[in-house]
C-alpha cells in the first residue's frame, strides 16, 4: 500500500526531507503522499522512513491504494529508472 498523511498532520515539516522518493509535499493545509512515487521505502530502507520520524503517529497505509512487497519493488525500480535518465 501506498501510504497517506492524516488531518492530524501538525505541518512539523519533518516527513518531507525523509522521503528518499520525493513523494512528500505540502499540500494546501497539510503535508501528502503521491501514491505514483510512494513505495514505502522499499529499495531504500527496512522501515517506512517517514512514519519513523513523525511525532503524531499521522501516516498511515492508505486502503484505498493497496500495494504488495512486489509492487513496491517494481515501483522503486521504476522511479530510479527515471532518476538516473535524468
Keep these: 500500500m501506498a501510504l497517506k498523511i492524516?488531518?492530524?498532520c501538525?505541518?512539523?515539516d519533518v516527513c518531507e526531507p525523509?522521503?528518499?522518493?520525493?513523494a512528500i509535499s505540502l499540500g494546501e493545509e497539510?503535508?501528502?503522499i503521491d501514491p505514483e512515487l510512494?513505495?514505502?521505502?522499499?529499495?531504500?530502507?527496512?522501515?517506512?522512513?517517514?512514519?519513523?520520524?513523525?511525532p503524531v503517529?499521522?501516516?498511515i497505509k492508505?486502503?484505498?491504494i493497496v500495494e504488495d512487497e512486489e509492487t513496491l519493488r517494481q515501483k522503486y525500480l521504476r522511479i530510479s529508472r527515471c532518476q538516473l535518465e535524468k
Aim: charged share 25%; proline share 5%.
Design 18 to 22: 525523509e522521503c528518499p522518493n520525493d
Design 38 to 54: 510512494c513505495t514505502e521505502c522499499v529499495g531504500h530502507y527496512e522501515t517506512s522512513q517517514c512514519v519513523e520520524v513523525c
Design 6 to 8: 492524516t488531518d492530524e
Design 62 to 64: 492508505d486502503p484505498d
Design 30 to 32: 497539510i503535508y501528502v
Design 57 to 59: 503517529d499521522c501516516i
Design 10 to 12: 501538525i505541518c512539523c
